[in-house]
């Protein structure tokens, strides 16, 4: 069981919006910054979004994230083929003094 | 572009030590203004974080680990170092190493490296 909760699995088709949410509590995503990580299978993860919002220069715009409250969300537009990947929502819980990450959400683009 | 790669053994017996070194390709890790970081990943499962050195050689560990792990840095080789002690086949994973952005922002991932615990 994680800390932080996504849920397994979403799926799109091209073109189309996709949300992916992150679900955390006070002690990590309500006091402290969130990051995504994509990881195509067999591949190491990449950094995606940090500081909740912030994309690095190489991620293209159809990527943003979000936070509110005790909770965040990664929403991809556009949809495309190679998006396919899992996602993971990651940040600092004060109450553990660790770095914790999400399950993990499988997208799936049909 | 910065590179790091893990090397080590893929394969270590039940109650013996693991051992892996992370070589980073430019730069220095003490005094660089990163943290390193080691993170794991079980087969079909999600990331656990292990732990990483700061940039001053402070090093913070995953509380579920912190009796059984330790991490350092040598700065002339510009390598630094996990090892995991007393390990069981619940340890059997992919290993990777990481630039830490602060202590959170892993900007910078290796390859990762396959390791079973099998006797």
């Known amino acids: 069981q994680s800390i932080l909760t996504q849920p397994p699995s979403v799926s799109g088709t091209p073109g189309q919006r996709v949300t992916i949410s992150c679900s955390g509590s006070?002690?990590?995503?309500?006091?402290?910054?969130v990051n995504w990580y994509q990881q195509v299978p067999g591949t190491a993860p990449k950094l995606l979004i940090f500081?909740?919002?912030q994309r690095p220069s190489r991620v293209p715009d159809r990527f943003s994230g979000s936070k509110s409250g005790t909770s965040a969300s990664l929403v991809i537009t556009g949809l495309q083929s190679e998006d396919e990947a899992d996602y993971y929502c990651?940040?600092?819980?004060?109450?553990?003094?660790?770095?914790?990450f999400g399950g993990g959400t499988r997208l799936t683009v049909l | 572009q910065l590179r790091l790669q893990e090397s080590g053994s893929g394969l270590v017996k039940p109650s013996q030590t693991l051992s892996l070194t992370c070589a980073v390709s430019?730069?220095?890790?003490?005094?660089?203004?990163?943290?390193w970081g080691w993170i794991r990943q079980p087969p079909g499962k999600g990331l656990e974080w292990l732990g990483y050195?700061?940039?001053?050689?402070?090093?913070f560990y995953n509380p579920s680990l912190k009796s059984r792990v330790s991490m350092s840095a040598d700065r002339s080789k510009v390598q630094f170092y996990l090892r995991l002690m007393s390990v069981t086949a619940a340890d059997t994973a992919v290993y990777y190493c990481?630039?830490?952005?602060?202590?959170?922002?892993?900007?910078?991932w290796g390859q990762g490296i396959s390791v079973t615990v099998s006797s």
């Open positions: 990481a630039r830490g952005s602060g202590r959170t922002v892993l900007d910078y």
């Open positions: 430019s730069g220095s890790i003490i005094n660089s203004g990163f943290s």
């Open positions: 050195i700061s940039q001053s050689g402070s090093t």
């Open positions: 006070s002690s990590n995503i309500g006091s402290n910054t």
């Open positions: 500081t909740n919002t």
């Open positions: 990651s940040g600092w819980d004060d109450g553990l003094n660790g770095l914790v």
